[in-house]
């Protein structure tokens, strides 16, 4: 789910709670609905002041147990908003990020907990009273414990943050999303990746420093070597004054890589940030393949050579 995706459906639930917390409000000050309006103000009013009695279900109840629901619910967002206010960096937009997930988790189960009250039931004896299933429950938790303890160490210790590029396994992505269970990761096709936070162990960081785009070039064994590194000493710092936007620094020349069959490969890396290192060695190639055009530096190429026997 995209950001425009997610505020689209952000907006429809605030605006639905919205609209059904002002009907019960509206509904129990109005009277409007008869009997149904004065019992709902009588819940309404006793909301905070106590817990409901015994279970006895009516319209006025189930109307108060939605409206707290919705009041809720639009608690949660108005936190989660200030927090997305306050997020600047790609630090504090993690940490908010966590901290939005676990205000909405809490503001769920306070929600349900509230509504079951008003509606009579106690939801401390009802939890107390399954025994046995209770603590089936808690050996089940066990795997959603170790996510989310996982997913604290990993913000409170900054292995990652949203917006940074990883390697999971073999697959490269950026982080889009850190949330109490989960990380979800996106690759530059669109495809996106969800693992939960107790299964990152090996994994790379490749924005907590610059990457290096790696570009190899043949030349052809008839070329004189001193010459064509006089002309990339000239060249390199040209290349990058018209590619600032990709390279961080003048790219360098390694040296010779390799003495193949055909070719003396030269090696060359140009400094960059990991989203342009794709694109830093297609532009470095592009340069180096102008200008050994120019300089009229011979590049080998696969030729294939026929010979034929005596005809008679």
């Given amino acids: 789910m995209n950001n425009n995706t997610s505020r689209r459906s952000g907006a429809l639930g605030f605006i639905i709670a919205l609209v059904l917390l002002a009907f019960v409000?509206?509904?129990?000050?109005?009277g409007i609905f008869g009997q149904v309006s004065e019992g709902l103000?009588?819940?309404?009013?006793?909301?905070?002041?106590?817990?409901?009695?015994?279970?006895?279900?009516?319209?006025?109840?189930?109307?108060?147990?939605?409206?707290?629901?919705?009041?809720?619910?639009?608690v949660c967002w108005f936190l989660r908003l200030l927090l997305s206010a306050f997020s600047r960096g790609a630090r504090s937009r993690t940490v908010n990020e966590l901290l939005g997930n676990i205000v909405t988790y809490v503001g769920v189960i306070l929600g349900a907990v509230w509504a079951l009250t008003i509606l009579g039931l106690n939801p401390t004896a009802a939890f107390a009273s399954l025994g046995i299933v209770t603590l089936i429950i808690g050996f089940a938790a066990q795997r959603l414990i170790e996510d989310v303890i996982s997913g604290l160490f990993i913000v409170l210790e900054g292995q990652y943050n949203v917006g940074d590029i990883i390697i999971l396994d073999d697959f490269r992505g950026t982080v889009k999303r850190i949330g109490v269970r989960t990380t979800t990761v996106v690759d530059p096709g669109g495809n996106y990746k969800v693992v939960n936070n107790s299964d990152i162990r090996n994994f790379q960081n490749r924005s907590k420093a610059l990457s290096l785009a790696v570009s190899e070039i043949g030349i052809t064994y008839?070329?004189?070597?001193?010459?064509?590194?006089?002309?990339?000493?000239?060249?390199?710092?040209?290349?990058?004054?018209r590619n600032k936007d990709v390279f961080e620094a003048v790219p360098d020349y390694m040296g010779v890589e390799e003495l193949a069959d055909s070719a003396v490969v030269l090696r060359f890396t140009a400094a960059c940030k990991e989203q342009n290192v794709f694109i830093a060695r297609r532009r470095l190639n592009r340069e180096l393949r102008i200008l050994f055009a120019e300089k009229n530096i011979?590049?080998?190429?696969?030729?294939?050579?026929?010979?034929k026997g005596d005809q008679e």
Avoid at 298 to 307: A, D
Wanted: net charge negative; aromatic share 10%; charged share 15%.
């Fill in 25 to 30: 409000i509206f509904a129990g000050q109005t």
């Fill in 298 to 307: 011979g590049i080998p190429f696969p030729q294939l050579t026929i010979w």
């Fill in 41 to 74: 103000q009588e819940e309404l009013s006793a909301i905070f002041a106590k817990g409901q009695g015994g279970f006895h279900l009516t319209i006025a109840k189930i109307l108060a147990a939605i409206g707290v629901l919705a009041l809720t619910y639009l």
């Fill in 222 to 241: 008839e070329e004189s070597i001193p010459r064509v590194e006089a002309i990339l000493k000239e060249a390199l710092p040209q290349i990058y004054e």
